[in-house]
């Protein structure tokens, strides 16, 4: 069943009512506006966060301001989905200013000045870090089901051993596709179950989000992590009008900020930071 919501008056007064009456608690997934980078914050029923990658370095003192405003006192998991400086530079902050329970990466290293720095501080802080495995479930809330649908193993390109996440909370599903590429797509889309409710779009909507896989997947709703002026071409027109063919609602940082998406496991609302999802009209690159 589709869950449109389309006006942010409903959205912010009527929806947030009437999922805290329910007795299920809620989960939180933002989508935290770093830029031109990837980070999310989780925050799971039972109180634990999870804080997928963090953008660039230079975006870490506006990435440790928001967990502060949403009163993280400590990141239980940490996840670097590669390493990336537009996916771990953030993160480098993060440590210095959060405990930090547990990192998982995807193994693989990357000779720049970023990534020296993001392992010198997991030594210096001893944080505990381990490699994610495909297929591992991860244990650290059992009203959640997370887990990993890509991650590291032979493959040669960072992008392409990125971790990917898909987190179940009942009937809702978020789909974390960080930047892999449309091999791995393909290889996913054969192994699992993909109908889900929320996706993450792969690499800012550049590469990937093939139509074959974005069908399989069907998302009621696309977040697309971009900076509007990025120098890359993100996102491409390609993706955008393949969502779009999918009555796929569009949700991006470039345009919409920080975006939050709350759920009591049943149904789901979005708060936007500034302006709505994009609209068919609109060039969405302006």
């Known amino acids: 069943m589709k869950k449109w919501f389309s006006f942010i008056f409903i959205l912010i007064f009527i929806f947030p009512a009437s999922i805290h009456a329910d007795p299920n608690p809620p989960l939180r997934v933002h989508f935290i506006d770093v830029g031109h980078g990837d980070s999310v914050l989780i925050e799971t029923p039972k109180g634990k966060s999870v804080l997928i990658d963090g953008g660039q370095q230079d975006a870490g003192t506006k990435l440790v301001d928001y967990l502060n405003q949403a009163d993280i006192e400590e990141i239980d998991l940490m996840v670097a989905t590669h390493p990336h400086f537009d996916h771990i530079g953030g993160l480098i902050n993060v440590m210095k200013n959060f405990p930090v329970k547990q990192l998982i990466d995807n193994g693989r290293v990357d000779l720049t000045k970023t990534y020296l720095i993001y392992q010198w501080h997991i030594l210096r802080e001893g944080i505990p870090i381990t490699t994610a495995d495909e297929k591992e479930r991860i244990p650290l809330d059992d009203s959640l089901d997370i887990q990993v649908l890509n991650s590291g193993g032979d493959i040669f390109s960072n992008n392409e ?9 009942n009937d809702i599903d978020f789909l974390f596709m960080s930047d892999v590429e449309a091999e791995q797509e393909e290889e996913i889309k054969e192994k699992y179950n993909l109908d889900v409710e929320v996706l993450k779009a792969a690499h800012h909507g550049f590469n ?9 997947v069907d998302p009621e709703t696309a977040v697309l992590t971009y900076s509007q002026s990025n120098g890359y071409g993100h996102p491409t027109d390609r993706v955008i009008k393949n969502l779009r063919k999918l009555k796929t609602q569009i949700y991006s940082t470039a345009k919409s900020g920080n975006i939050l998406i709350e759920t009591d496991g049943k149904d789901y609302v979005i708060v936007p930071q500034f302006e709505p999802r994009m609209e068919e009209n609109e060039e969405d690159k302006q």
């Not at 051993?161 to 909370?169: D, E, R, T």
């Open 208 to 216: 990937a989000n093939t139509m074959a896989f974005l069908k399989e």
């Open 161 to 169: 051993s990125s971790i990917v996440l898909k987190v179940s909370y």
